[in-house]
Structures are given as structure tokens and as C-alpha cells.
């Protein structure tokens, strides 16, 4: 991690004490994650002409309540009046949406783009923004990532966002229905607006 460092934190902690609880909140493998993350979401941002600063700190938080525990999104869901739907889904669900009730309490950041972009980072919904896009694509292909495809989904991303986002889409579905695991209606949702022929 060394040299990492964020030019902008759109909060009133600096870049260090930003950096420093975002560690504090995971293990050294997810911490390398949200650095990639962070790193790829810049390099998508300047090939589409997006603040590279602001999808640089989008990616590198949109995992900070990723190991948060069950319990705490449960009493969260409840204490702060999300849909009482999400008590039906998993912590895979949650540490987006709900986590960005976490970001905002312990980061103090409030800048709408950035939190709507971690609520979407894991389902996508059927409108994205740039910034949607870049911090829903950087997660899937950052530099730590390994899966069959991943080599395809960068030169299809980085040639193209949109058609990144609906590889993306079709991919995880596929994984997903592979598994048998239930599918959280945006991403179906999403999937149809943005990856269906
Ligand atoms: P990560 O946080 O960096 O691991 O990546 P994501 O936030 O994109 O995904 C977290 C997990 O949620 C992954 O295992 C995805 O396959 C899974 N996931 C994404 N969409 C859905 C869905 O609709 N239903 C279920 N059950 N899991 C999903
Ligand atoms: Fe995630
Ligand atoms: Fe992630």
C-alpha cells in the first residue's frame, strides 16, 4: 500500500485518517482489493472524461462495510428504516446498500454521486451514471481479480464502458443462476436494460 493516497477526500477527515479507517475495517486482502479498485476506477474515469479524483476515492471505499457482521446490517436495516426486504437477502447485498450507511457515519462523506455509486456497486440498477459505471466495472476487473473471462471483460471495459458493464452483468448472472443462488431483482432488472439483446 505505501504510496497510496487519495487527492481528494470529499470529507472532513484527510487522506491519511480516510485511509487509515478504511483498513481498520477489513483484512489486507480486501484492503489490496479496494486499492485496485481505487487505482482501475482511475484509469476507467480518464478514459471516459470523469473526475478521476472523485471515481479514485469511489472505488476505494465502496467495500468498507464489506466485513461489517450480519448482525450489525440487521440492526442497521431496522434502526435506520431501509426496505425491511433487504432482511430477506445477505450480507452480499447489504454491505453496499447498507454500507453506505456506515461510509457516511464513519467517513463523513455526504456527496450523493459517490454513495449512490457504492449502493449500485454489486447489483447495478437498470440507470447508471458514469460514476456508476466505472466503480461497478473497476470492481469486476481490477488488478487482483483472477476468474475465466476477466482477461476479456478489461479489453472489453477499458475499450468501451458500457459494453463492460453488460459483460459484467451477463458474467455474474450466469455465476449466479450456475450456483443456483437467488437473484436480487435489480440485477435482473439491470441486466435487461443493459446487457439483453
Ligand atoms: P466484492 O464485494 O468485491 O466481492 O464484489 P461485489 O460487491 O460485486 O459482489 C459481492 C457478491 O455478491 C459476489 O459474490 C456476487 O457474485 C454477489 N452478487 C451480485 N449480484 C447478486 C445477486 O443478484 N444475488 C446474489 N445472491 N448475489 C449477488
Ligand atoms: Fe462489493
Ligand atoms: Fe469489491
Known amino acids: 500500500m505505501t504510496d497510496f493516497s487519495l487527492s481528494k477526500t470529499y470529507s472532513p477527515l484527510s487522506s491519511a485518517e480516510l485511509i487509515a479507517k478504511e483498513k481498520s475495517m477489513m483484512d489486507a486482502a480486501r484492503f489490496e482489493h479496494c486499492i485496485g479498485v481505487s487505482q482501475t476506477a482511475r484509469k476507467l474515469a480518464q478514459l471516459n472524461g470523469y473526475d478521476e479524483d472523485k471515481a479514485a476515492l469511489a472505488g476505494f471505499i465502496h467495500d468498507y462495510a464489506k466485513q461489517v457482521d450480519n448482525s450489525e446490517f440487521e440492526a442497521v436495516i431496522k434502526s435506520e428504516n431501509f426496505d425491511p426486504d433487504l432482511l430477506n437477502w445477505n450480507r452480499a447485498i447489504w454491505h ?12 463523513k462523506i455526504t456527496d450523493p454521486e459517490i454513495l449512490q455509486a457504492i449502493r449500485r456497486h454489486t447489483t447495478a440498477d437498470t440507470e447508471m451514471t458514469t460514476l456508476d459505471k466505472i466503480v461497478f466495472v473497476a470492481d ?14 478489461r479489453k472489453v471495459s477499458f475499450a468501451n464502458l458500457d459494453q463492460g458493464v453488460a459483460y459484467e452483468l451477463s458474467h455474474t448472472l450466469e455465476f449466479l443462476i450456475a450456483k443456483r443462488a437467488r437473484i436480487y431483482p435489480k440485477t435482473i432488472a439491470a441486466y435487461n436494460v443493459w446487457a439483453a439483446e
Do not use: C, K, N, W
Open 96 to 107: 453496499g446498500i447498507v454500507g453506505v450507511y456506515f461510509i457516511e457515519r464513519d467517513l
Open 140 to 153: 469486476f476487473i481490477e488488478p487482483g481479480r483472477s476468474f475465466p473471462g476477466v482477461e476479456e471483460a
